[in-house]
């Protein structure tokens, strides 16, 4: 059967948001809950779209969503968590109670699929609790089967306009001269939002998708360093980049932790131990993905002669 109505679960976001475009373009009829009307706002222009203040972590109003949808993408994600072990308590919430409660809403609405993004680097016993919670939320969404067919995405670190990666560090280098970094070395591989999107359109209509696992990367890895550096460069703020040792880049995440919404953590510090790159193929099914360099200058601001230049530089060894 195919699908025709989706629940985007986080639709709001980032990524949802480039979902939502994607679906909407396809004929899609979308449901996108947000705790905030006006943080969706944006999407209202989109002509399929339903946007319904709601709790989704309340397993009564889930069932409630679920009702005649199709299928379902959850793509509630945090950063940050107070602490805990394996993993924070709002780790716990957003990574592994909603998954589970999806599965349970999902399997009663006789929902015939579920794509869940996950994050590149999830495990058990992984250096973070943002890694080990979110491989407990693949566990649980991977216990819908066999009633609910799902699909797993794990991306690396996402670019595109909007993104909270890129667009932080242009924030960092228009404002400081200098920029302590804690992470410098750790290797990533950044996907683009347009391929994330693309595939979870696929994967929604392509039988071959479901009980599958996809790794989602970019064609090419960066050190940090070497992206902020050409962050700096596009924007027109290149600036002397200081590559932290671990325990100073944990005291430096300790201190921005005391300030709302922080930029950083102890958490994601940890997480940076393990390289964000993929070992097998970067996309499924065989797709080209996308390259930074073609699509960053278009967002990032005033690139010049220099920048095209370094862009292509970027990813030579
Ligand atoms: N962006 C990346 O680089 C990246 C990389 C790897 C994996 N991912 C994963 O991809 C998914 C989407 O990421 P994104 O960058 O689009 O995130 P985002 O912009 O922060 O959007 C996440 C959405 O989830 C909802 N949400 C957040 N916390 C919630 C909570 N506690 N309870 C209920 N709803 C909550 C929010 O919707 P409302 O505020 O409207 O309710 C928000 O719009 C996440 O699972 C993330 O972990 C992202």
Redesign the pocket.
Known sequence: MSIRTVLL??????????IAARLAAAGKTLL??????E??RHLLPLPTVELVEA???DPASLAVLMTGVDAVV??????HSRSGSPYGP?FA???VA?PEHIVTAAREARVQRIV?????GAAADGPSG?LRS?AAGEAAIRAAAPEVGWTI???????GP????LNLFAGLLKRFPVLPLGGAKARFQ??Y?GD?AAVVAEALERPDAVGQTFDMAGPWQYSLKALVEYVGTLTGHPRPVIPLPEGLALLQAALLECLPGPLMSRDNVRSMRVPNVVNGPAQPWGRRPTALETIAPCYLGSINKRGRYDAFQLHRP
Request: hydrophobic share 45%; no cysteine.
């Open positions: 679960i986080g639709g709001s976001g980032f990524v949802g948001t480039a996108v809950p947000t705790r905030r009307r943080r969706a709790d989704v972590t959850n793509l509630v994600g945090v950063l709002d919430r957003a990574h909603l869940h993004i996950s994050a590149l943002y979110k995405l794990r991306p690396s670190v996402i670019f909007g993104d909270r990666f950044p996907v939002v994330v």
